[in-house]
């Protein structure tokens, strides 16, 4: 049976229905297209009567029964009791929008028999019902015709879209545009290309034709009542409600209505909307503002600078505020005055802008920022939620781990509350920097698995974000002992993610874990290939480029490249300087600058390393452990350092216990790319059997150390390799690096003959004459990275 034939058969039904129906009134409620007219034409012809088709009842309609067909115009009819007391049966259809008062005390009542849409639907089974959603009005309509589709969408747009509400127009076309929709649906009438489940979800029809034909005439629609204000700022709301506030800004724009769609970017979250909608969205929105209104509308700029900002632009972001509000409102001090003439949104985006400055945050500029924070209302989540995020990174970058985690958990439950899974997912992210920064790489575990569920909440795809958590998520598996998931993420995405909007404690966080995975699974020089790529990217940044030539002198220690790590330190002209460090004892320990620890710890460990036996080492190494600021990952590296010199001085008892030490935190954190980076040092304490077998008596530090163990950390030393005594290896090593007999020897403080003679007995052992020989055999036995 096809589609029409289907149909009568159907309506007959129905017909039998009514006639055969005990009660005398019958209502039949539906849309268009669904019937309601040839349903009572085939009753006129079994009642004899004929079919009333005005607003008002015809008063002079006689027989037996008495058939309204209320046109669609009407909306609201007038019900007669006492004329229709002269007829056995009164059929009246209408749509769903007609009111007749009166009716639905009958219905309520049960004294009217009531029909709507799902009754005259065609049943379950039917193949139209699957291909056409049982409507019967597309029964015969060929939807590939072009012309019949568009007088078809215009019979949607006209018979079924314009009685909907602004907020059902919404939700429909949200839906018919692939996005989900919440609560709104529920208020939607019945529409026959709108599929319920048994559960009560709605989503659009089947049907891609027809689908494509509603999305049409809804876009329509829509263009129809933005041309008229009255109805445009409420669709507009009611979109933005519905979930889609791109569509009803640009609506608002394409209408020409600027300042209406101003105040709806602004109540959609402003500058935060790009992480509420996603950067596309958040472009098109902006690049749909004249010139004019983004040149001088504070709210737009302000979004444009944010913009500016994602994508690295710091200077042009500096512009754009500058042209605005003036240059003074470049200065930070200037703008958290007391009295400034700021608005709080233009001092939250001043406070977010200042993460990507390179500037120093004084004690004095924090107590500026907690007055602004005091000026905000308790319900300006995102703003307050912003405020914390900005301190947090300022925290983080100076170390002061236990204020940074107070404000991400403020930070954390502002955005919660405001219900943005992005920013949410940021401070999980931070969170996890903080641990792993700190060493303790089971707590980021936790973050990072926090991080993952808020990103899969996050309504657009965002690749730049998700790529930063590949990263998290690769140094935490790089903590475990697979490094292979960072060196695959170093690979494939590092130039990517170098490329893409991140903030300088991320940065930091990156250079320190890739130049280690490359150092100590390529070579030094891929490591410095790796940093010197970075600084092609941050080439203004003096924050940065200090952490790119710190991490790089670190790299040349691991890669027994010291003089130049030396030379490299001694270029960058601070206060700290070796000079000042091989002076200070408690100073070590009151150290506050996060760029002045580094390089203490720097040049503590170049100490280290070349002195060993220098007086008072072990207690500089002890101030600095005690040093709050230093981080987690420093301080394993610290224990190490004082467990090398004590056992250097013979003090191995005291060495033993500071490595169990060392090793029993290191177990409960789960961390060992500190030790990893520590090999030179760690490698020969692991050489004593006595060392090695006091620390494994212990069950946590065991498992540290097997774990170590498939990294290479116990392979033997070059002393233990070659032969060569420690002084050979480090004159072996300054060969290497090309330096001369004088330099060694003053570097050294011994005589130019003492290195001679040493320099003999090194090519003797090693079976050279010459040194590109020596330098040769070093390479060859990969003595040099």
């Known amino acids: 049976m096809d589609g029409a034939m289907a149909n009568v058969a159907h309506i007959d039904m129905l017909a039998e229905r009514v006639s055969a129906s005990a009660r005398k009134f019958i209502v039949i409620t539906a849309v268009a297209g669904m019937g309601k007219s040839l349903l009572l034409r085939k009753l006129s012809k079994a009642f004899d009567v004929p079919v009333c088709t005005t607003p008002e009842a015809d008063g002079t309609a ?39 008062p009166g009716i639905e005390r009958l219905i309520v009542h049960g004294e009217a028999l009531f029909l709507d849409e799902h009754d005259l639907l065609l049943p379950e089974g039917d193949p139209a019902r699957r291909c056409q959603c049982g409507w019967p009005v597309l029964l015969g309509v060929d939807l590939e015709d072009r012309a019949r589709r568009d007088q078809f969408k215009a019979y949607i747009g006209f018979e079924i879209l314009r009685p909907l509400t602004a907020m059902q127009l919404a939700a429909l076309w949200r839906m018919f545009n692939g996005h989900a929709i919440a609560g709104s649906a529920a208020e939607l009438p019945f529409l026959p290309f709108v599929e319920r489940t048994a559960d009560g979800i709605l989503s659009a029809c089947a049907s891609g034709e027809l689908r494509g034909i509603v999305r049409d005439a809804a876009n329509e629609e829509i263009g129809r009542r933005m041309e008229r204000f009255e109805a445009a700022t409420p669709l507009a709301r009611a979109l933005h409600r519905s979930g889609h506030t791109e569509k009803a800004i640009s609506a608002l724009q394409s209408a020409g209505m600027e300042e209406p769609a101003v105040r709806l970017f602004a109540e959609a979250g402003g500058v935060f909307y790009i992480h509420i909608d996603g950067p596309e969205a958040y472009a098109r929105v902006l690049s749909g503002f004249s010139p004019e209104i983004s040149a001088d509308n504070e709210t737009v700029v302000i979004a444009n600078a944010m913009r500016a900002l994602k994508f690295g632009e710091t200077g042009r972001a500096k512009k754009l505020i500058a042209d605005r509000f003036g240059r003074q409102s470049l200065d930070p001090m200037a703008v958290f005055a007391s009295v400034a003439p700021y608005s709080l949104s233009f001092k939250g985006f001043r406070l977010v802008m200042m993460i990507y400055e390179d500037i120093v945050i004084t004690d004095a500029m924090f107590e500026r920022l907690y007055d602004y924070l005091d000026e905000l209302p308790l319900e300006a989540a995102l703003l307050r939620g912003s405020f914390y995020n900005a301190v947090l990174e300022f925290y983080i970058r100076q170390r002061r781990f236990n204020e940074a985690e107070m404000a991400a958990a403020q930070a954390f439950s502002s955005y919660r509350a405001a219900g943005v899974p992005l920013l949410v997912f940021y401070i999980c992210v931070h969170q996890a920097v903080i641990r792993l920064l700190s060493g303790d790489a089971t707590g980021a575990g936790s973050r990072i698995a926090e991080a993952r569920r808020h990103m899969a909440e996050v309504g657009f795809e965002s690749p730049a974000d998700a790529r930063i958590l590949r990263l998290i998520e690769a140094c935490h598996a790089y903590e475990d002992g697979r490094p292979q998931v960072l060196i695959a993420f170093i690979n494939h995405e590092f130039d990517t993610f170098s490329q893409a909007e991140t903030w300088p404690s991320l940065v930091e966080f990156a250079l320190h874990y890739g130049s280690q995975a490359l150092s100590e699974h390529f070579s030094t020089l891929s490591a410095l290939g790796f940093l010197d790529r970075w600084r092609l990217h941050q080439t203004h940044d003096r924050q940065l480029r200090f952490m790119i030539e710190i991490r790089a002198a670190l790299v040349m220690q691991n890669g027994n490249r010291w003089n130049d790590a030396a030379a490299t330190l001694s270029a960058m002209q601070m206060r700290i300087n070796r000079t000042w460090v091989e002076a200070a004892l408690d100073d070590l320990a009151r150290l506050s600058m996060h760029d002045e620890i580094e390089v203490a710890f720097a040049w503590l460990r170049q100490i280290v390393h070349e002195r060993p036996d220098r007086a008072y080492l072990d207690r500089q190494i002890s101030a600095m452990i005690a040093n709050e600021r230093v981080t987690g990952r420093q301080r394993r590296a610290l224990q190490i350092w004082l467990a090398f010199v004590l056992k250097r001085t013979g003090r191995a008892t005291e060495a033993r216990a500071v490595l169990q030490r060392m090793f029993d935190d290191a177990a409960r954190t789960g961390t060992i790319a500190p030790l990893q980076e520590e090999r030179r040092f760690l490698g020969e304490l692991m050489g004593d059997s006595r060392i090695e077998g006091f620390v494994s008596a212990a069950g946590p530090a065991r498992r540290i150390m097997k774990r170590l163990s ?11 390799e070659s032969g060569l005594s420690r002084r050979e290896v480090r004159i072996l090593l300054m060969i290497c690096e090309g330096a001369s007999n004088k330099f060694i020897a003053g570097r050294l403080g011994i005589s130019e003959s003492t290195v001679k003679f040493h320099v003999t007995n090194l090519y003797r052992k090693l079976g050279c004459t010459r040194r590109r020989e020596a330098i040769a055999v070093a390479r060859a036995r990969n003595w040099l990275h």
């Open 710 to 720: 498939e990294t290479g950390i116990k392979g033997r030393t070059i002393e233990q």
């Open 62 to 100: 006689t027989g037996r029964a008495f058939l309204w067909d209320i046109p669609s115009r009407a909306e609201t009819i007038a019900f007669d009791e006492a004329f229709f007391e002269h007829f056995e049966r009164v059929v009246i259809a209408r749509r769903p929008e007609t009111e007749v």
